[in-house]
Protein backbone atom coordinates (compact mmCIF):
# COMPACT_ATOMS: atom_id res chain seq x y z
CA UNK A 1 0.00 0.00 0.00
CA UNK A 2 1.48 3.35 -0.61
CA UNK A 3 2.01 6.01 1.76
CA UNK A 4 2.98 9.91 2.13
CA UNK A 5 5.17 10.55 5.86
CA UNK A 6 3.72 13.52 7.70
CA UNK A 7 6.70 15.29 6.96
CA UNK A 8 6.33 15.10 3.39
CA UNK A 9 2.71 15.89 2.89
CA UNK A 10 3.27 18.76 5.62
CA UNK A 11 5.78 20.13 2.97
CA UNK A 12 3.43 19.57 0.24
CA UNK A 13 0.46 21.89 2.47
CA UNK A 14 3.27 24.68 3.09
CA UNK A 15 4.79 24.87 -0.26
CA UNK A 16 1.32 24.45 -1.91
CA UNK A 17 2.98 23.03 -5.06
CA UNK A 18 0.91 20.57 -4.67
CA UNK A 19 -2.28 20.01 -2.55
CA UNK A 20 -3.73 16.85 -2.39
CA UNK A 21 -7.00 15.91 -1.00
CA UNK A 22 -6.54 15.49 2.79
CA UNK A 23 -9.71 13.02 3.59
CA UNK A 24 -10.12 12.20 7.11
CA UNK A 25 -12.44 9.15 7.59
CA UNK A 26 -12.90 9.42 11.29
CA UNK A 27 -15.88 9.58 13.38
CA UNK A 28 -17.28 13.91 12.77
CA UNK A 29 -16.97 14.11 16.20
CA UNK A 30 -13.29 13.22 16.29
CA UNK A 31 -12.21 15.40 13.40
CA UNK A 32 -14.23 18.20 14.93
CA UNK A 33 -12.03 18.03 17.77
CA UNK A 34 -8.56 18.23 15.99
CA UNK A 35 -7.82 17.39 12.60
CA UNK A 36 -5.27 18.67 10.20
CA UNK A 37 -6.20 21.77 8.55
CA UNK A 38 -7.74 22.27 5.12
CA UNK A 39 -8.97 18.52 4.98
CA UNK A 40 -12.13 17.56 4.66
CA UNK A 41 -14.30 14.35 6.44
CA UNK A 42 -16.21 11.46 4.66
CA UNK A 43 -16.64 9.44 8.05
CA UNK A 44 -16.61 6.25 6.58
CA UNK A 45 -14.84 4.52 9.24
CA UNK A 46 -17.54 2.15 10.46
CA UNK A 47 -18.24 1.02 7.09
CA UNK A 48 -14.11 0.74 6.30
CA UNK A 49 -13.57 -1.60 9.63
CA UNK A 50 -17.00 -3.61 8.71
CA UNK A 51 -17.47 -3.67 5.45
CA UNK A 52 -15.65 -1.93 2.65
CA UNK A 53 -18.00 -2.47 0.15
CA UNK A 54 -20.38 -0.27 1.85
CA UNK A 55 -17.72 3.00 1.76
CA UNK A 56 -17.63 2.52 -1.78
CA UNK A 57 -20.75 4.45 -1.81
CA UNK A 58 -19.79 7.88 -0.75
CA UNK A 59 -16.22 7.31 -1.19
CA UNK A 60 -17.18 7.34 -5.19
CA UNK A 61 -18.34 10.91 -4.84
CA UNK A 62 -15.55 12.51 -4.18
CA UNK A 63 -13.76 14.65 -6.94
CA UNK A 64 -10.63 12.73 -8.73
CA UNK A 65 -8.73 15.77 -10.24
CA UNK A 66 -5.89 15.64 -7.14
CA UNK A 67 -4.10 12.97 -5.28
CA UNK A 68 -6.39 11.75 -2.18
CA UNK A 69 -4.59 11.33 1.16
CA UNK A 70 -5.97 9.11 3.91
CA UNK A 71 -6.19 10.05 7.30
CA UNK A 72 -7.15 8.48 10.32
CA UNK A 73 -5.79 8.27 14.33
CA UNK A 74 -3.05 5.27 14.10
CA UNK A 75 -2.45 5.01 10.03
CA UNK A 76 -4.26 1.21 9.97
CA UNK A 77 -7.85 1.72 9.15
CA UNK A 78 -6.83 4.46 6.49
CA UNK A 79 -4.98 2.06 4.71
CA UNK A 80 -8.06 -0.33 3.95
CA UNK A 81 -9.98 3.18 2.39
CA UNK A 82 -6.84 3.88 0.52
CA UNK A 83 -7.82 0.46 -1.11
CA UNK A 84 -10.94 0.80 -1.66
CA UNK A 85 -10.10 4.12 -3.49
CA UNK A 86 -7.84 2.51 -5.30
CA UNK A 87 -10.22 0.16 -6.82
CA UNK A 88 -12.19 3.16 -7.62
CA UNK A 89 -9.31 4.33 -9.54
CA UNK A 90 -8.60 7.16 -7.22
CA UNK A 91 -4.95 7.91 -7.02
CA UNK A 92 -4.61 7.84 -3.43
CA UNK A 93 -2.45 7.37 -0.61
CA UNK A 94 -2.52 6.60 3.16
CA UNK A 95 -0.72 9.50 5.77
CA UNK A 96 2.07 6.92 7.82
CA UNK A 97 0.83 6.93 11.56
CA UNK A 98 -2.42 8.99 10.77
CA UNK A 99 -2.68 11.80 13.20
CA UNK A 100 -0.22 10.34 15.38
CA UNK A 101 1.96 10.71 12.83
CA UNK A 102 0.88 14.51 11.64
CA UNK A 103 1.35 15.15 15.81
CA UNK A 104 5.53 14.58 14.87
CA UNK A 105 5.73 16.95 12.34
CA UNK A 106 8.02 20.03 13.34
CA UNK A 107 8.90 23.42 11.38
CA UNK A 108 11.60 26.05 12.10
CA UNK A 109 12.00 29.22 11.06
CA UNK A 110 13.82 32.96 12.11
CA UNK A 111 12.34 35.16 14.44
CA UNK A 112 12.31 38.49 13.01
CA UNK A 113 13.60 39.97 16.03
CA UNK A 114 16.17 43.35 16.31
CA UNK A 115 18.77 42.27 17.88
CA UNK A 116 22.53 40.54 17.10
CA UNK A 117 21.77 36.88 17.24
CA UNK A 118 19.45 34.42 16.30
CA UNK A 119 15.64 33.20 17.44
CA UNK A 120 14.51 30.75 16.11
CA UNK A 121 10.99 29.14 16.25
CA UNK A 122 10.12 25.59 15.95
CA UNK A 123 6.21 24.85 15.38
CA UNK A 124 4.18 22.01 16.00
CA UNK A 125 1.19 22.23 13.39
CA UNK A 126 -0.42 19.16 14.49
CA UNK A 127 0.09 20.59 18.18
CA UNK A 128 -0.06 24.03 18.13
CA UNK A 129 2.91 24.15 19.72
CA UNK A 130 5.98 26.27 19.31
CA UNK A 131 9.31 26.38 21.23
CA UNK A 132 12.52 28.40 20.44
CA UNK A 133 16.15 28.54 20.16
CA UNK A 134 18.41 31.49 20.75
CA UNK A 135 21.24 31.42 19.15
CA UNK A 136 24.45 34.15 20.22
CA UNK A 137 27.58 34.36 19.83
CA UNK A 138 28.17 30.31 19.46
CA UNK A 139 26.33 29.99 21.97
CA UNK A 140 22.31 28.78 22.37
CA UNK A 141 19.38 28.17 24.70
CA UNK A 142 16.09 26.40 23.66
CA UNK A 143 12.71 27.29 25.84
CA UNK A 144 9.94 25.15 25.77
CA UNK A 145 11.20 22.06 23.77
CA UNK A 146 8.98 19.06 22.46
CA UNK A 147 9.97 15.18 23.35
CA UNK A 148 11.71 15.02 19.45
CA UNK A 149 14.89 16.40 20.42
CA UNK A 150 16.55 15.36 17.25
CA UNK A 151 14.83 18.45 16.22
CA UNK A 152 16.78 20.84 18.30
CA UNK A 153 20.03 19.31 18.05
CA UNK A 154 19.58 19.38 14.42
CA UNK A 155 19.11 23.55 14.62
CA UNK A 156 22.29 23.28 17.03
CA UNK A 157 24.31 21.95 14.66
CA UNK A 158 23.13 23.98 11.85
CA UNK A 159 24.15 27.30 13.50
CA UNK A 160 27.16 24.84 15.03
CA UNK A 161 26.10 26.41 18.67
CA UNK A 162 26.86 24.66 22.07
CA UNK A 163 23.85 24.59 24.28
CA UNK A 164 23.95 26.26 27.62
CA UNK A 165 20.84 25.95 29.23
CA UNK A 166 17.31 24.94 28.69
CA UNK A 167 14.03 26.74 29.79
CA UNK A 168 10.59 25.57 30.61
CA UNK A 169 8.74 28.64 30.73
CA UNK A 170 5.85 26.13 32.97
CA UNK A 171 5.11 23.08 33.51
CA UNK A 172 2.98 21.93 30.22
CA UNK A 173 -0.98 20.56 30.60
CA UNK A 174 -0.88 19.40 26.72
CA UNK A 175 2.57 18.31 25.97
CA UNK A 176 5.35 16.22 27.13
CA UNK A 177 8.08 18.28 27.79
CA UNK A 178 11.49 17.13 26.39
CA UNK A 179 13.59 20.04 28.65
CA UNK A 180 14.75 17.80 31.26
CA UNK A 181 16.06 15.09 28.72
CA UNK A 182 17.77 17.67 26.82
CA UNK A 183 19.38 19.54 29.64
CA UNK A 184 20.79 16.18 30.84
CA UNK A 185 22.19 15.28 27.24
CA UNK A 186 24.06 18.37 26.80
CA UNK A 187 25.03 18.41 30.83
CA UNK A 188 23.79 22.12 31.24
CA UNK A 189 20.96 22.81 33.35
CA UNK A 190 17.27 22.70 32.94
CA UNK A 191 15.63 26.22 34.58
CA UNK A 192 12.26 25.82 36.07
CA UNK A 193 10.60 27.65 38.55
CA UNK A 194 9.89 26.18 41.82
CA UNK A 195 6.23 26.49 41.77
CA UNK A 196 6.01 24.00 38.62
CA UNK A 197 9.33 21.78 39.98
CA UNK A 198 7.24 19.75 42.23
CA UNK A 199 9.41 16.81 42.05
CA UNK A 200 11.78 17.35 39.01
CA UNK A 201 15.43 17.98 39.54
CA UNK A 202 15.80 21.38 38.12
CA UNK A 203 17.70 24.48 38.38
CA UNK A 204 15.31 27.05 39.81
CA UNK A 205 14.69 30.47 38.05
CA UNK A 206 13.89 33.55 40.17
CA UNK A 207 11.59 36.37 39.64
CA UNK A 208 13.93 39.32 37.90
CA UNK A 209 16.60 36.56 37.59
CA UNK A 210 19.13 37.00 34.45
CA UNK A 211 21.11 33.74 32.52
CA UNK A 212 23.71 34.85 29.96
CA UNK A 213 23.28 33.75 26.76
CA UNK A 214 25.95 34.29 24.33
CA UNK A 215 25.99 38.16 24.00
CA UNK A 216 22.26 38.35 25.13
CA UNK A 217 20.81 38.59 28.64
CA UNK A 218 17.28 36.43 29.25
CA UNK A 219 15.62 37.21 32.20
CA UNK A 220 12.68 35.39 34.27
CA UNK A 221 9.25 37.42 35.18
CA UNK A 222 7.38 35.48 37.55
CA UNK A 223 3.97 35.48 35.59
CA UNK A 224 2.29 33.04 37.81
CA UNK A 225 -1.96 32.20 37.01
CA UNK A 226 -1.88 29.51 34.35
CA UNK A 227 0.25 27.63 36.67
CA UNK A 228 1.98 28.67 40.35
CA UNK A 229 5.77 28.48 38.84
CA UNK A 230 4.37 30.08 35.04
CA UNK A 231 7.94 32.22 33.89
CA UNK A 232 7.74 34.70 30.91
CA UNK A 233 11.70 35.60 29.87
CA UNK A 234 12.67 38.60 28.78
CA UNK A 235 15.18 38.42 26.11
CA UNK A 236 17.44 41.79 25.94
CA UNK A 237 13.81 44.05 25.90
CA UNK A 238 13.67 43.03 22.19
CA UNK A 239 11.08 39.75 22.94
CA UNK A 240 8.64 38.31 25.48
CA UNK A 241 8.67 34.93 25.43
CA UNK A 242 5.12 34.25 27.11
CA UNK A 243 4.41 30.51 27.77
CA UNK A 244 0.59 29.94 28.34
CA UNK A 245 0.53 33.16 30.09
CA UNK A 246 -0.25 35.54 27.05
CA UNK A 247 -1.14 34.42 23.24
CA UNK A 248 -1.95 37.16 20.48
CA UNK A 249 -5.57 36.75 21.25
CA UNK A 250 -6.06 35.22 24.60
CA UNK A 251 -4.86 34.03 27.79
CA UNK A 252 -3.45 30.70 29.57
CA UNK A 253 -6.77 29.04 31.33
CA UNK A 254 -6.40 29.00 35.24
CA UNK A 255 -7.90 25.64 36.53
CA UNK A 256 -5.66 22.64 34.84
CA UNK A 257 -3.56 22.32 38.05
CA UNK A 258 -6.17 22.48 40.11
CA UNK A 259 -8.10 19.95 38.56
CA UNK A 260 -5.06 17.88 37.99
CA UNK A 261 -4.20 17.67 41.94
CA UNK A 262 -1.17 19.29 41.80
CA UNK A 263 -1.93 23.30 42.98
CA UNK A 264 -3.77 23.95 46.46
CA UNK A 265 -5.22 27.36 45.10
CA UNK A 266 -8.72 27.82 43.51
CA UNK A 267 -9.55 28.92 40.44
CA UNK A 268 -10.73 32.42 41.17
CA UNK A 269 -7.52 32.99 42.75
CA UNK A 270 -5.78 31.87 39.70
CA UNK A 271 -7.05 33.83 37.89
CA UNK A 272 -6.18 37.00 39.65
CA UNK A 273 -2.81 36.35 39.94
CA UNK A 274 -2.86 35.88 36.14
CA UNK A 275 -5.11 39.43 35.65
CA UNK A 276 -1.65 40.51 37.76
CA UNK A 277 0.80 39.05 35.48
CA UNK A 278 -0.64 40.24 32.48
CA UNK A 279 -0.52 43.83 34.04
CA UNK A 280 2.89 43.37 34.39
CA UNK A 281 4.03 42.32 30.63
CA UNK A 282 1.33 45.31 29.72
CA UNK A 283 4.23 47.40 31.11
CA UNK A 284 6.73 46.73 28.55
CA UNK A 285 7.52 48.51 24.81
CA UNK A 286 4.62 48.50 22.88
CA UNK A 287 7.41 47.37 19.94
CA UNK A 288 8.41 44.18 21.97
CA UNK A 289 7.70 40.48 20.15
CA UNK A 290 5.31 38.73 21.93
CA UNK A 291 6.10 34.52 21.48
CA UNK A 292 3.69 32.45 23.00
CA UNK A 293 3.97 29.17 23.48
CA UNK A 294 1.18 27.96 21.62
CA UNK A 295 -1.20 29.23 18.51
CA UNK A 296 -5.30 27.80 18.61
CA UNK A 297 -4.78 26.91 15.06
CA UNK A 298 -1.65 25.64 12.71
CA UNK A 299 1.23 27.37 13.24
CA UNK A 300 3.22 28.48 10.50
CA UNK A 301 6.30 29.89 11.75
CA UNK A 302 7.32 32.24 12.61
CA UNK A 303 4.07 33.52 15.20
CA UNK A 304 5.03 36.54 16.38
CA UNK A 305 3.21 39.94 17.24
CA UNK A 306 4.24 43.32 19.02
CA UNK A 307 3.18 43.89 21.65
CA UNK A 308 1.08 46.91 20.38
CA UNK A 309 -0.39 44.20 18.30
CA UNK A 310 -1.49 42.10 20.96
CA UNK A 311 -3.08 44.74 22.93
CA UNK A 312 -4.74 45.23 19.61
CA UNK A 313 -6.45 41.75 18.72
CA UNK A 314 -6.78 40.32 22.26
CA UNK A 315 -10.12 41.04 24.22
CA UNK A 316 -9.06 39.69 27.58
CA UNK A 317 -6.49 42.58 28.27
CA UNK A 318 -9.40 45.02 28.36
CA UNK A 319 -11.43 43.63 30.75
CA UNK A 320 -11.35 44.65 34.49
CA UNK A 321 -10.37 42.71 37.10
CA UNK A 322 -13.32 41.38 38.64
CA UNK A 323 -15.10 40.77 34.94
CA UNK A 324 -11.33 38.87 34.48
CA UNK A 325 -11.67 36.81 37.11
CA UNK A 326 -15.53 35.95 36.69
CA UNK A 327 -14.71 34.85 33.31
CA UNK A 328 -11.75 32.78 33.40
CA UNK A 329 -13.35 31.12 36.90
CA UNK A 330 -16.55 30.20 34.73
CA UNK A 331 -16.18 30.15 30.78
CA UNK A 332 -14.18 26.54 31.18
CA UNK A 333 -13.21 24.76 27.74
CA UNK A 334 -12.65 21.60 27.26
CA UNK A 335 -9.46 20.29 28.47
CA UNK A 336 -6.06 19.20 27.19
CA UNK A 337 -6.55 14.92 26.33
CA UNK A 338 -4.83 13.57 29.27
CA UNK A 339 -4.09 16.48 30.95
CA UNK A 340 -3.75 15.43 34.66
CA UNK A 341 -1.32 12.83 33.36
CA UNK A 342 0.85 14.75 31.27
CA UNK A 343 1.15 17.79 34.19
CA UNK A 344 2.01 15.04 36.57
CA UNK A 345 4.87 13.78 34.57
CA UNK A 346 5.88 17.27 33.73
CA UNK A 347 6.35 18.10 37.56
CA UNK A 348 7.69 14.94 38.23
CA UNK A 349 5.11 13.02 39.86
CA UNK A 350 4.44 10.58 37.11
CA UNK A 351 6.87 8.49 34.99
CA UNK A 352 5.65 7.39 31.87
CA UNK A 353 7.37 4.11 29.95
CA UNK A 354 9.14 6.22 26.66
CA UNK A 355 7.42 4.26 24.13
CA UNK A 356 3.90 5.75 25.97
CA UNK A 357 5.05 9.45 25.71
CA UNK A 358 3.73 10.10 21.79
CA UNK A 359 0.23 8.69 22.45
CA UNK A 360 0.11 10.10 25.78
CA UNK A 361 -0.37 13.80 24.43
CA UNK A 362 -1.87 13.22 21.68
CA UNK A 363 -4.94 15.43 20.08
CA UNK A 364 -5.37 19.52 20.49
CA UNK A 365 -3.95 21.87 22.74
CA UNK A 366 -6.40 23.51 24.70
CA UNK A 367 -4.51 26.10 27.19
CA UNK A 368 -5.70 28.96 26.32
CA UNK A 369 -8.89 30.37 28.18
CA UNK A 370 -11.24 30.54 25.54
Known amino acids: MQEISPEELGEQLQNGDRDPLVLDIRHEEDFEEWHIPG ?3 VDVYDRVTEDPEQAK ?14 VCAAGVVSETATGVLQELDYDAVTLTDGMNGWSRV ?9 FDGTLVQVARPGKGCLSHVLISDGEAAVFDPSQYLDEYDTILEGYDANLVGVFDTHAHADQVSGAAELAGRHGVPYYLHSGDA ?34 SFDIDGTALITGDTLFHESVGRVELGVEAGIEDSDVEQNAAMLYESLQRLLEYPDDILVLPAHDPVSPEPPVAATLAEVKERNSDLRRGKEEFVRQLASDIPDHPPNFERVKR ?13 AELELGPNNCAAE
Open 345 to 357: TNVGQESVPADEL
Open 106 to 114: HRHAQVPAD
Open 198 to 231: LAIDATPIADTQTVTVGGHDIEGIHTPGHSEGSV
Open 57 to 70: GPLSELPDDDQIVT
Open 39 to 41: SIN
